[in-house]
């Protein structure tokens, strides 16, 4: 353990959620300063790669950002979640969010353009303020007291267009900005319109940006109700063959499927599947506070790992520059020859081809530095490095379980997220074992005259039938035996080895279930006790 950890906690059981997670932020800060940021200033890694990171990036909500392309229902999604809209929110199917919004929680309703936005240290985006005035004119913050907003932040980005024209007329690097928020938010969510599912050059080049940062990236299918479960199936698979040509990887991205915004449904066939995938995606949306600190420490990780690579990269350009003659043939030599250095590296430090920065884009920035004025390797600053990664972050890990453990669970709150957390509109609510629940007739008993007339071809003896007779019929669900098993536990009551013809009738009901695609229950919830045991039952309890 580390002098921060040791001098905070004897009060970390009285702290509160919020001590707690500062607790996690000046472990992390306090390892960036003293073990990273000494190895990114002696070899320049803020003017080739990212700027240093500041108390705001440590500090700061988890923040979404939404990429797609124009009229795709990114700010509309944004409105769905918050259910009110947001200043400087505009919807059309014309390209009309021009801008990158960042919508933020404030106690009073407001914007702040992108000139005021950089220099205010308590807002993570003070280093936005290299990409120039063509960029902070088309930048600012929404701020507004929605519930949702003091969990995350949003991030809204331009509708991504396709030709060479609008990439030019941006006056920005726009795949730069995109890379820069993709280093610093939590979720990455690409937006798709089921009838537009082409990838255009721009949209391409800005999915290529998010290169090391796959695991934040999730990919929404919107407007999918315009279309039937047919098309749909076709849609899908568009999109998953147009998705594998720009990123490069082994697994399948998390693709949600359904409409978001607050409107009627245009096609209802596939209305359950949307409610899942709605579910789902919220719920991945509503971890982000309890991951927080973990997706901080993964990306000071990786960005430690980074600094290291580089500071190999530059220390050996430096080693073999003459000392005298011929130092620009050398340079533009060593830069040619940038994938064999890599190679090298690998081999001598024993580095993951993955940790390198794309060498074309190395070799660019390379042209306008002079390698005569690299450091060389100072191996003090590597081993400060390797130390946190081999010691300081697994103490910090056991730390942040230990938090995640005595806080209570942090969920977004608030707009679209409540309307399907309680009450009938809850998914399943009213579905598979939750049937019946607020009913008060046995829910079993519709179907029971159907049940009961099984029972008596299997022989019962003094009302019962044994579990070898019982097994004849319920194996002919084609259920395997594990399934079958936990049914028979929660069938038979009275747990005698045998059923009565109110077990037998449960049985098959729990057999219908799960033939349905409904989860079993671990225990017999009370509405589906059948009527003769619920004394018994509670006599047992």
Do not use: T
């Given at each position: 353990m580390f002098s921060w950890m040791g001098r905070q906690a004897g009060g970390r059981e009285r702290a509160g959620g919020a001590d707690a997670v500062q607790t996690v932020t000046g472990g992390l800060r306090s390892l960036y300063l003293r073990k990273v940021l000494p190895l990114e200033e002696a070899y320049r890694f803020h003017e080739f790669h990212s700027p240093a990171l500041e108390d705001a990036d440590f500090d700061n909500k988890p923040m979404i950002l939404l990429v797609g392309q124009y009229s795709t229902g990114k700010t509309t999604f944004i409105r769905y979640l918050l259910e009110q809209d947001f200043p400087g929110m505009r919807i059309g199917p014309e390209p009309t969010t021009d801008s990158f919004i960042a919508v933020m929680y404030g106690e009073t309703e407001g914007s702040t353009p992108g000139n005021a936005l950089v220099v205010d240290p308590k807002k993570p985006?003070?280093?936005?303020?290299?990409?120039?005035?063509?960029?902070?004119?088309?930048?600012?913050?929404?701020?507004?007291?929605?519930?949702?907003?003091?969990?995350i932040s949003i991030i809204d980005s331009p509708g991504i267009l396709?030709?060479?024209?609008?990439?030019?007329?941006?006056?920005?690097?726009?795949?730069?900005?995109?890379?820069?928020f993709a280093e610093r938010v939590d979720r990455i969510i690409l937006l798709f319109d089921a009838h537009k599912l082409d990838i255009s050059d721009e949209f391409s080049e800005a999915i290529k940006a998010f290169r090391g940062q796959d695991d934040k990236i999730r990919v929404v299918l919107n407007k999918a109700d315009q279309v039937d479960t047919q098309q749909l199936m076709r849609v899908y698979g568009a999109l998953m063959w147009s998705l594998g040509k720009v990123i490069n990887t082994p697994e399948v991205?998390?693709?949600?499927i359904g409409s978001f915004w607050a409107q009627p449904l245009q096609n209802t066939d596939n209305r359950r599947l949307f409610e899942a995938e709605a579910q789902d995606l919220?719920?991945?949306?509503?971890?982000?506070?309890?991951?927080?600190a973990v997706r901080k420490l993964n990306d000071l990780i990786k960005r430690a790992r980074l600094a290291k690579v580089?500071?190999?990269?530059?220390?050996?350009?430096?080693?073999?520059?003459?000392?005298?003659?011929?130092?620009?043939?050398?340079?533009?030599?060593?830069?040619?020859?940038?994938?064999?250095?890599?190679?090298?590296?690998?081999?001598?430090?024993?580095?993951?081809?993955?940790?390198?920065?794309?060498?074309?884009?190395?070799?660019?920035?390379?042209?306008?530095y002079d390698f005569t004025k690299f450091h060389s390797l100072k191996p003090k600053l590597i081993e400060a490095v390797d130390n946190m990664l081999s010691s300081k972050i697994s103490s910090l890990m056991h730390l942040i379980s230990q938090e995640e453990m005595s806080m209570p669970t942090q969920l977004v709150q608030g707009g679209a997220f409540d309307g399907t957390t309680e009450g009938p509109f809850n998914q399943g609510y009213g579905e598979g074992a939750k049937e019946g629940a607020d009913e008060e007739e046995w829910?079993?008993?519709?179907?029971?005259?159907?049940?009961?007339e099984l029972f008596y071809t299997l022989s019962p003896v003094n009302g019962k039938i044994s579990g070898v007779n019982a097994k004849k019929e319920m194996v002919t669900s084609k259920l395997p035996n594990s399934v079958l098993g936990k049914i028979w536990k929660l069938?038979?009551?009275d747990c005698d080895g045998m059923l009565d013809e109110e077990e037998f009738a449960l049985a098959k009901h729990l057999i219908k279930i799960k033939l349905d695609g409904y989860e079993l229950p671990n225990s017999l919830p009370p509405h589906l006790v059948p009527p003769s045991h619920r004394k018994s039952l509670a006599k047992a309890d």
């Open positions: 985006f003070r280093k936005l303020s290299r990409f120039g005035n063509a960029f902070l004119n088309r930048f600012m913050c929404s701020q507004l007291p929605n519930q949702v907003l003091k969990s396709s030709g060479e024209k609008q990439r030019i007329s941006r006056g920005y690097d726009f795949c730069q900005v995109l890379q820069w991205l998390r693709v949600y919220f719920r991945d949306i509503q971890s982000l506070p309890q991951k927080a580089h500071a190999y990269i530059i220390s050996h350009l430096k080693k073999e520059m003459p000392s005298v003659f011929g130092k620009e043939n050398k340079k533009r030599e060593l830069i040619s020859r940038l994938p064999e250095i890599y190679l090298q590296l690998q081999r001598e430090y024993q580095i993951s081809a993955g940790d390198f920065p794309e060498v074309k884009a190395m070799q660019e920035q390379l042209e306008n829910v079993v008993a519709k179907d029971k005259p159907v049940y009961d069938a038979d009551c």
